[in-house]
């Protein structure tokens, strides 16, 4: 391969990176059929392959590869309506032109505001949801999107396959929700999104802490949202909280790859840009009605982020911004972080209090940070044995592996003080 | 166009218990339902009570038998259902939230898609 087919690769990975979902989209609208919308986007990708090094890599990629996926799925429809000897009921008479010729761009984002309304609709269980979100709009494959979610690549594969199924057979339309029903629609959206960031931030298992593939696309996906739907504020808080959030994504593992507690954290490598972006943000979603969960969640973030170090906390605003939050979306995984918030406010016996009230809490049975946080209570109450029997707890909770040596380290400590 | 069953259950004592004016009121609703969906609906009956119903099952002994009773022994029954043709699962939810029925907590509406021979290869 010459130097020159390298730099076509290149070009196509980034085409893929940046237009997979635009151009599954944008066929998508033309196909009304998910499975045949995605395989016309592979092959359109793999003409991009072959196309490239000959013609060149075209002005706008986007573009190029939208007209030859459709234009695969006209064939594909054509070919579909032939052997029915009846004309396909969904074939958009359009009209789509030769590769290179320009498409409307305005049409595509719509497009892709679509598709995850559709990935996302009530209809699917929230497993299929964060599923067809990674596999349509960040173009993960389904292994990928298996090992994200810790389930088997079969199991991931049968999910997507009974999602898609569903979508096709009972119909859910493919549109954006009306304005009357957008708010409880986008909350499945924002749901979905948190969730894609959330298993990003802190991988459920594996060497690596971080999952930046996963963090990266749900903030690209909260950037869409945000830019298509500017006035939704809380679309625009849950894009605050991620980029309040993924600021301090430098300084969560240290040099040496170990976990390094928001206590512990070197402020000065917190990324002051994307804080800065993430406040503004977070003051034009706090000017818009009342707040929102997500514009709570982003204020709690923003007070860390100013914070000039983890004692010099305003902890009683956040106290209060939790209890906020908890009366907005009451959730026992809210509580265990106020009960956090109050051992910084009125000391580890208040905390502990708080916590403790917790236990028995079914949905945090298998929650190791409730586990955790009482070990790191009872340490800084030096009830060692204690302490050493929680951090136990939540080691054996935990898959992953710089959470594991974190909690080892404690162990070790508070069995030799 | 495709065809759903929008299928009304509930429970049935609670259903047995309405008072008559209870029972107007959901008469009523289900006048308002039908005549929004208006030539949307293709088909629908309520149901009588399930102890009316009659189970034919295979048995291990290769022939079948008739018993009393519905398939599963529970307070939520089958009450009745619509037939209803739609562009796409949005309108069948839009219109299947008006049912009566869904102002009335130990009710829930189930809405599954009925399988298109038409389209099927000949």
Same mark, same amino acid.
């Given at each position: 391969?010459?130097?020159? &087919?390298?730099?076509?690769?290149?070009?196509?990975?980034?085409a893929?990176?940046?237009?997979?979902?635009?151009?599954?989209?944008?066929?998508?609208?033309?196909?009304?059929?998910?499975?045949?919308?995605?395989?016309?986007?592979?092959?359109a990708?793999?003409?991009?392959?072959?196309?490239?090094?000959?013609?060149?890599?075209?002005?706008?990629?986007?573009?190029?590869?939208?007209?030859?996926?459709? $234009?695969?799925?006209?064939?594909?429809?054509?070919?579909?309506?032939?052997?029915?000897?009846?004309?396909?009921?969904?074939?958009?008479?359009?009209?789509?032109?030769?590769?290179?010729?320009?498409?409307?761009?305005?049409?595509?984002?719509?497009?892709?505001?679509?598709?995850?309304?559709?990935?996302?609709?009530?209809?699917?269980?929230?497993?299929?949801?964060v599923?067809?979100?990674?596999?349509?709009?960040?173009?993960?494959?389904?292994?990928?999107?298996?090992?994200?979610?810790?389930v088997?690549?079969?199991?991931?594969?049968?999910?997507?396959?009974?999602?898609?199924?569903?979508?096709?057979?009972?119909?859910?339309?493919?549109?954006?929700?009306?304005?009357e029903?957008?708010?409880?629609?986008?909350?499945?959206v924002?749901?979905?999104?948190?969730l894609?960031?959330?298993?990003?931030? &802190?991988?459920?298992?594996?060497?690596?802490?971080?999952?930046?593939?996963?963090?990266?696309?749900?903030?690209g996906?909260a950037?869409?949202?945000?830019?298509?739907?500017?006035?939704?504020?809380?679309?625009?808080?849950?894009?605050?909280?991620?980029?309040?959030?993924?600021?301090?994504?430098? &300084?969560?593992? &240290?040099?040496?790859?170990?976990?390094?507690?928001?206590?512990?954290?070197?402020?000065?490598?917190?990324?002051?840009?994307?804080?800065?972006?993430?406040?503004?943000?977070?003051?034009?979603?706090?000017?818009?009605?009342?707040p929102?969960?997500?514009?709570?969640?982003?204020?709690?973030?923003?007070?860390?982020?100013?914070?000039?170090?983890?004692?010099?906390?305003?902890?009683?605003?956040?106290?209060?911004?939790?209890?906020?939050?908890?009366?907005?979306?009451?959730?026992?995984?809210?509580?265990? $972080?106020?009960?956090?918030?109050?051992?910084?406010?009125d000391?580890?016996?208040?905390?502990?209090?708080?916590?403790?009230?917790?236990?028995?809490?079914?949905?945090?049975?298998?929650?190791?940070?409730?586990?955790?946080?009482?070990?790191?209570l009872?340490?800084?109450?030096?009830?060692?044995?204690?302490?050493?029997?929680?951090?136990?707890?939540a080691?054996?909770?935990?898959?992953?592996?710089?959470?594991?040596?974190?909690?080892r380290?404690?162990?070790?400590?508070?069995?030799?003080? | 166009?495709?065809?759903?069953?929008?299928?009304?259950?509930?429970?049935?004592?609670?259903?047995?218990?309405?008072?008559?004016e209870?029972?107007?009121a959901?008469?009523?609703?289900h006048?308002?339902?039908?005549?929004a969906?208006?030539?949307?609906?293709?088909?629908?009956?309520?149901?009588?009570?399930?102890?009316?119903?009659?189970?034919?099952?295979?048995?291990?002994?290769?022939?079948?038998?008739?018993?009393?009773?519905?398939?599963?022994?529970?307070?939520?029954?089958?009450?009745?259902?619509?037939?209803?043709?739609?562009?796409?699962?949005?309108?069948?939810?839009?219109?299947?939230?008006?049912?009566?029925?869904?102002?009335?907590?130990?009710?829930?509406?189930?809405?599954?898609?009925?399988?298109?021979?038409?389209?099927?290869?000949?």
């Amino acid at each position: 391969m010459d130097p020159s &087919s390298h730099d076509v690769v290149r070009a196509v990975e980034e085409a893929c990176r940046r237009e997979w979902a635009r151009v599954l989209a944008a066929t998508a609208r033309l196909t009304r059929d998910l499975d045949l919308a995605e395989d016309c986007t592979q092959e359109a990708f793999t003409q991009a392959l072959q196309s490239w090094p000959v013609a060149g890599v075209p002005d706008r990629p986007g573009a190029w590869l939208t007209t030859v996926a459709r $234009n695969r799925a006209r064939d594909a429809l054509r070919r579909e309506a032939r052997l029915r000897t009846t004309l396909p009921r969904l074939v958009v008479a359009d009209v789509v032109g030769a590769p290179g010729d320009a498409e409307p761009t305005p049409a595509i984002d719509d497009d892709r505001l679509r598709l995850i309304f559709t990935c996302c609709h009530p209809a699917l269980s929230r497993e299929a949801q964060v599923a067809l979100t990674l596999r349509l709009l960040c173009g993960l494959t389904t292994a990928d999107v298996a090992r994200a979610f810790l389930v088997q690549e079969s199991t991931m594969a049968a999910r997507l396959t009974r999602a898609k199924r569903k979508i096709a057979t009972a119909r859910i339309p493919y549109r954006v929700p009306s304005p009357e029903e957008l708010p409880q629609r986008l909350a499945a959206v924002l749901d979905v999104l948190q969730l894609v960031f959330t298993t990003g931030h &802190s991988a459920p298992r594996g060497a690596d802490l971080i999952n930046s593939e996963l963090l990266d696309h749900a903030l690209g996906l909260a950037r869409v949202l945000h830019d298509l739907l500017p006035h939704e504020s809380e679309a625009t808080a849950l894009l605050a909280l991620m980029l309040l959030t993924d600021a301090r994504r430098a &300084s969560r593992v &240290s040099a040496s790859g170990e976990l390094v507690l928001l206590a512990d954290q070197d402020r000065s490598r917190w990324d002051s840009t994307t804080i800065a972006e993430g406040i503004d943000l977070l003051v034009g979603a706090l000017g818009q009605r009342p707040p929102g969960r997500y514009a709570v969640q982003a204020a709690l973030a923003a007070v860390h982020a100013e914070a000039p170090s983890w004692e010099a906390t305003d902890w009683a605003e956040i106290v209060a911004l939790y209890s906020v939050l908890a009366r907005l979306w009451p959730s026992p995984v809210v509580e265990l $972080n106020r009960a956090v918030a109050v051992s910084m406010l009125d000391g580890p016996i208040a905390g502990l209090a708080a916590l403790d009230r917790l236990l028995d809490e079914p949905a945090l049975a298998r929650y190791g940070y409730l586990d955790a946080a009482r070990g790191d209570l009872l340490r800084r109450l030096e009830r060692w044995n204690e302490a050493a029997a929680a951090y136990e707890e939540a080691l054996r909770l935990t898959d992953n592996d710089v959470e594991q040596a974190f909690l080892r380290r404690r162990i070790a400590e508070v069995r030799t003080t | 166009m495709a065809k759903y069953l929008v299928l009304i259950y509930g429970d049935e004592q609670q259903w047995e218990a309405l008072t008559p004016e209870e029972q107007s009121a959901n008469h009523a609703g289900h006048q308002t339902f039908t005549s929004a969906a208006g030539p949307r609906i293709v088909g629908g009956e309520e149901l009588e009570p399930s102890s009316t119903t009659t189970t034919l099952r295979r048995t291990s002994a290769g022939d079948v038998s008739v018993t009393d009773g519905p398939f599963l022994e529970t307070k939520e029954v089958l009450g009745g259902y619509y037939a209803v043709e739609a562009d796409d699962l949005d309108e069948v939810i839009a219109l299947a939230r008006q049912l009566p029925e869904l102002s009335m907590s130990h009710n829930a509406v189930e809405i599954r898609p009925v399988v298109d021979h038409s389209t099927s290869m000949p």
